[in-house]
C-alpha cells in the first residue's frame, strides 16, 4: 500500500503529480501549494487544458511542467480495447 502524506509532510518533494477529477482541482490547490518546495516540480495529468493555469494562480509557473496524457482506447459496442481498431 503507498504512504499517504499530508501536505504539509510532502513539503518540498522533487516530483508532484496532480491527477484528480477537474472540479476537485480549485479544492486541491491550496494543498498543492502547501506540498511545493524551492525545487519541486509540479506535473499535472487531468483532462482539460487549463489546469496548470489554474495551479499557477497559487503557485508559481516555473514549477509546472506541461504534460498531456492520451488514453489508447476504444470502445465498440460492448467490448472495449486498448489495441485493436475496430472499423
Do not use: Q
Not at 498543492?32 to 518546495?37: H, L, N, P, R
Request: with cysteine; glycine share 6%; hydrophobic share 40%.
Amino acid at each position: 500500500h503507498p504512504e499517504v502524506w499530508t501536505p504539509s509532510e510532502a513539503n518540498g518533494v522533487d516530483l508532484l503529480i496532480v491527477s484528480l477529477k477537474y472540479g476537485a482541482l480549485p479544492g486541491a490547490v491550496d494543498s498543492i501549494k502547501e506540498a511545493v518546495g524551492d525545487n519541486t516540480i509540479i506535473m499535472s495529468l487531468m483532462n482539460g487544458v487549463d489546469s496548470e493555469e489554474i495551479i499557477s494562480e497559487k503557485v508559481d509557473a516555473s514549477h509546472i511542467l506541461h504534460s498531456l496524457i492520451k488514453v489508447a482506447s476504444c470502445r465498440y459496442r460492448l467490448t472495449f480495447s486498448c489495441d485493436r481498431i475496430y472499423s
